[in-house]
């Protein structure tokens, strides 16, 4: 492959100037590699990679090589100056094999085994290219209702998720991740009760879950009333639930759990660009693209952060610049559809047909700060409808300029472009508003329209060195104005936010305002405000503190309603064990001394007759059997059996057993043991009764507690904690790195390694 240096006219600037996480993004997930796993690329050759590839569309359009090689000059340029960046996919496999460019797809489920099993097939070969699928359940007939076919009864909707999310995990286990999935069911569906309430014992790990929410459903909650459930198969009235109550059901199941989302389906459907092919009955797994069944989109983020000028009045923005970087975005969109190889012909056609694409935003949070804003303040809020009305006015005339010289998009006729107020459009939607989490990553800005997660948090590396990272615009500032000091970010990281340290000025303490810093209302308006010019939906997480009430989420979505939202995803602080990226103090690590005989200790021989006791625990793998044996000098060994999984899981949680038993028999306390097994986190928890499972070795330290307490008292333990509220301060751990995660945009993203569960 020639590199970037061997082209003639790129700027390398690029490879000098991304930062040291930047380049450790791109080197594990984006540029090309050797069968020994060494990157092949540098950044400026993966950019070239991508701008050609893209770019050679153009010659659809009867454009000349040097006309091409113009664009592709351009294209490069648009994204090495970090100022604007597709979707990963297209990063990833623009110019290789693959070729398939799209993040977002929905797929059709009807109520047949044929059309069941064939989703789950065509799910397969997205998640293997790399894509995200979202489903609707709602077609399927309830549980329990007769089957003619076999005389036997259905077993709804919320078993076949089952077979969905199996699937996915057996795609992962031969991959390098897991795929991520949306599941919808609609709210007057009969088996709605069991969907709102499927993710508390912690299954379906590799599923968003989102209600979709109707508009007599959302009056009958304001009025107190029941509202109709009906069954799919005829569409007949199938029985009443109270709608206050249900609602109820989701506030706490979303309090308790972050899920299930929520989604104003009829709100969607009122925007769709094409009724004419259907409704809308679905998104993408972070709920921000609404598509139709077989349908796709590519999307592309503009870096905010770029745009804001110094000028004699104060901070501006760049409108012409920004105005241009829109209409070239665009261009660049519209180009990546021509190339895309779509990995179902359905989606092919639809895909074509449409030409949706997704120009959203990054680098919002920065922005503000550079204009010396708060993100909770009314006039971020107003510049919020100034920018996305800007994008969004800018977007469709790019996308109606290219109609003009291209046509219409081929779905145009009976689309709601089709009017006599209607005109040229080559995009059935041009806007939407996605999480960003690794491109922000590599664009080194906030991610989405998220505030900052943190100003400086904590990170622990190899041989647990602590190493303080702080925010660079936080820091230049704190250096320029005279108070930075490495004991005053170890306070910032330790208290999680600047708000009320008055080393730091107050200007400032506004501007570096962070995610639990703002109040929930301020989070959805700010969501209200871009979603006012944005074609498709925002991507955005409502935050929450861990002592926030259910009735404060209820708040939320009420307003979120009268705001003319079209989704929420809302995360209560502590309630999914995918926690963000944690900054509040987790106490001190206990040192273990080192033994005075080191090398001279040697566990006893087994007993040959033991007692003990047998525990079936819930985890995120599956069911985990733990035994628990003792003899007369006290606990001896432990023994691991995981349900029918096996794999990985298994063979770790054996590993584990094993040692726990080698260490009580060389004499370690079985309570200094367990403890430090319990609050061990893994990327996919379990609720269980009584609590939260955090990973298997949280649940061999949950079943040596109970033992511990029959051998003491001679009665059984029972739940999942004695105290473990000082857990709620750790971090989750990143499924490839170990790192810490935060969860954002109804995503989940680690700025260690660039892992992200959506992407």
Excluded at 368 to 381: D, F, R, T
Aim: net charge negative.
């Amino acid at each position: 492959m020639q590199d970037a240096a061997g082209r003639t006219g790129y700027s390398l600037a690029i490879d000098e100037i991304l930062t040291p996480n930047s380049l450790k993004v791109l080197q594990k997930r984006y540029l090309c590699r050797d069968e020994d796993g060494n990157p092949t690329e540098k950044p400026s050759d993966m950019f070239a990679r991508v701008a050609e590839n893209i770019a050679s569309s153009e010659l659809t359009w009867c454009a000349t090589e040097a006309e091409v090689a113009e664009v592709a000059h351009d294209f490069y340029s648009l994204m090495s100056s970090l100022e604007f960046l597709p979707n990963s996919p297209t990063l990833m496999n623009a110019g290789r094999e693959l070729q398939q460019l799209s993040a977002c797809f929905v797929l059709p489920i009807a109520d047949s085994m044929d059309s069941i099993f064939s989703a789950v097939r065509d799910t397969a070969m997205i998640h293997k290219s790399g894509g995200g699928t979202g489903f609707s359940f709602s077609r399927l007939r309830p549980g329990g209702d007769q089957v003619r076919s076999t005389q036997g009864v259905s077993s709804g909707p919320v078993s076949f998720m089952r077979v969905f999310n199996q699937a996915t995990e057996a795609v992962k286990q031969g991959g390098t991740r897991r795929g991520a999935n949306m599941g919808v069911l609609r709210i007057d569906h009969p088996d709605i009760l069991t969907f709102i309430k499927c993710k508390e014992t912690g299954d379906f790990a590799n599923f968003n879950i989102s209600v979709a929410l109707t508009e007599d459903f959302m009056e009958a909650v304001k009025a107190g009333t029941a509202y109709d459930l009906r069954n799919p198969r005829a569409g007949d009235i199938d029985g009443t639930y109270d709608a206050r109550e249900v609602y109820d059901l989701i506030v706490d199941m979303a309090w308790a759990t972050g899920d299930p989302g929520i989604i104003f389906i009829d709100r969607i459907n009122r925007d769709n660009p094409t009724p004419q092919l259907g409704e809308i009955e679905s998104t993408n797994p972070c709920g921000e693209q609404p598509l139709l069944p077989y349908e796709a989109c590519n999307l592309g983020s503009v870096n905010l952060s770029k745009f804001v000028v110094p000028t004699e009045n104060g901070p501006e923005v760049n409108w012409d610049r920004l105005g241009d970087v829109v209409q070239r975005g665009v261009r660049f969109l519209d180009d990546v559809i021509e190339v895309n190889n779509y990995p179902l012909p359905q989606i092919d056609e639809l895909a074509r047909g449409n030409r949706k694409i997704g120009l959203g935003v990054m680098g919002w949070a920065d922005m503000l700060i550079k204009m010396g804003l708060s993100y909770n303040s009314p006039e971020a809020v107003a510049l919020a409808e100034k920018v996305m009305g800007f994008i969004n006015a800018q977007g469709a005339a790019a996308s109606a300029k290219l109609a003009e010289q291209r046509g219409n998009f081929p779905n145009f006729e009976g689309s709601v472009f089709d009017s006599p107020d209607g005109g040229p459009m080559r995009n059935a939607t041009v806007t939407t508003i996605a999480p960003t989490g690794t491109l922000s990553i590599i664009a080194n800005c906030s991610s989405g329209v998220e505030p900052l997660f943190a100003v400086s948090y904590v990170r622990t590396v190899m041989d647990n060195d602590r190493l303080i990272e702080v925010n660079p615009m936080f820091e230049e500032i704190a250096v320029k104005r005279g108070f930075y000091g490495q004991e005053l970010m170890a306070l910032i990281a330790d208290h999680g936010s600047v708000v009320g340290i008055d080393e730091v000025p107050e200007d400032v303490q506004s501007w570096f305002v962070t995610a639990h810093d703002i109040s929930p209302e301020s989070h959805i308006r700010m969501q209200a405000a871009f979603q006012m010019h944005t074609d498709n939906a925002v991507s955005k997480t409502v935050n929450f503190s861990s002592d926030a009430t259910r009735d404060d989420v209820a708040e939320v979505y009420d307003l979120a309603y009268e705001l003319g939202v079209k989704g929420v995803t809302i995360y209560r602080d502590g309630s999914k064990e995918n926690q963000v990226l944690s900054t509040g103090k987790t106490g001190g690590a206990s040192v273990v001394d080192e033994p005075a005989r080191r090398g001279e200790i040697e566990p006893r021989p087994r007993p040959m007759v033991t007692e003990g006791r047998t525990e079936k625990i819930m985890t995120g793998c599956g069911n985990l059997y733990v035994t628990v044996n003792w003899d007369e000098d006290g606990m001896c060994e432990v023994f691991t059996q995981m349900g029918k999984s096996g794999g990985c899981a298994a063979s770790q949680s054996e590993a584990l057993s094993r040692m726990i038993s080698v260490s009580l028999r060389a004499g370690v306390d079985p309570e200094a043991i367990q403890k430090h097994l319990r609050g061990i986190r893994c990327p996919s928890p379990s609720w269980t009764e009584g609590g939260k499972v955090l990973s298997c070795a949280d649940a061999v330290g949950i079943v040596m507690e109970h033992a511990l307490t029959y051998m003491e008292t001679g009665e059984a333990g029972k739940g999942v904690s004695k105290n473990t509220d000082h857990l709620d301060n750790l971090s989750g751990a990143c499924p490839e790195c170990g790192g810490m995660v935060e969860h954002e945009s109804g995503c989940m993203v680690c700025r260690s390694c660039g892992y992200s569960k959506c992407a």
